[in-house]
């Protein structure tokens, strides 16, 4: 069955340091994967997408990877502050129209 | 970006009861739209799609009579719960595209169901 896997572990660093979170899938072939945030008590928010032929990704401090060898996405964010605290979903598209996500992971950016 | 309004936010009901929650599109015409339900550090879970002036797809295990959808108009989307029970209590979220952004969803804040 189709699967997306993301770190259920809450990721802790320091603020100023670079985030770097994982996203993995198996059983899917996506034209392309988004990243949300999501903080709590809210519906989550648009970050970036890749698709399928595209490598690499960036807006700002957010930088996306996709290997569609590995089935994987890295997302980071560098120059991490205290505000970018929430939790990451990755999010692939299932036939045209649907998007399904994973579990997302936490991230906690310590002053 | 689009805006995306659900309401209500919250909300406490008795076991039995229906409870309808609202979704918007302020800014845009949503022909179709998404709903999700979300368990506490779970994933979202895509319960149907919406499709204005059709009926709903409903994804596999999402009983279509307990969770009513109603797309009457390219910016209103409703899902009834009907005969809530405590195992349906849960975070909705709906959702929808915006033509012009392409494939990202724009969300609404959600409602948090309780049933008593």
């Known amino acids: 069955s189709q699967k997306i896997e993301q770190n259920s572990e809450a990721l802790n660093i320091q603020e100023g340091k670079t985030a770097t979170l994982t996203c993995n899938y198996t059983n899917y072939s996506p034209a392309y994967l988004q990243w949300y945030r999501q903080d709590p008590g809210r519906g989550p928010v648009f970050l970036l997408l890749i698709r399928e032929n595209e490598k690499e990704k960036r807006k700002e401090r957010l930088k996306v990877t996709f290997d569609t060898t590995l089935k994987q996405s890295l997302f980071h964010i560098t120059a991490s502050q205290p505000a970018d605290s929430a939790t990451y979903l990755c999010a692939l598209n299932r036939g045209y129209n649907k998007l399904i996500f994973g579990a997302g992971t936490r991230l906690a950016v310590h002053p | 970006g689009a805006v995306v309004s659900q309401h209500p936010s919250r909300v406490i009901c008795k076991s039995g009861t229906s409870v309808k929650i609202e979704c918007r599109s302020l800014?845009?015409?949503?022909?179709?739209m998404f709903w999700y339900r979300q368990f506490p550090k779970q994933s979202l879970m895509l319960m149907a799609t919406?499709?204005?002036?059709?009926?709903?797809?409903?994804e596999q295990g999402v009983e279509k009579d307990k969770f009513l959808i109603n797309h009457a108009s390219l910016t209103l989307s409703t899902l009834t719960v009907t005969s809530a029970h405590p195992e349906d209590s849960s975070f909705y979220i709906c959702s929808a595209r915006e033509v012009r952004e392409g494939e990202k969803l724009f969300f609404g804040s959600g409602t948090q169901l309780s049933v008593l």
């Open positions: 919406s499709n204005e002036g059709s009926k709903a797809t409903y």
């Open positions: 800014d845009f015409q949503a022909t179709t």
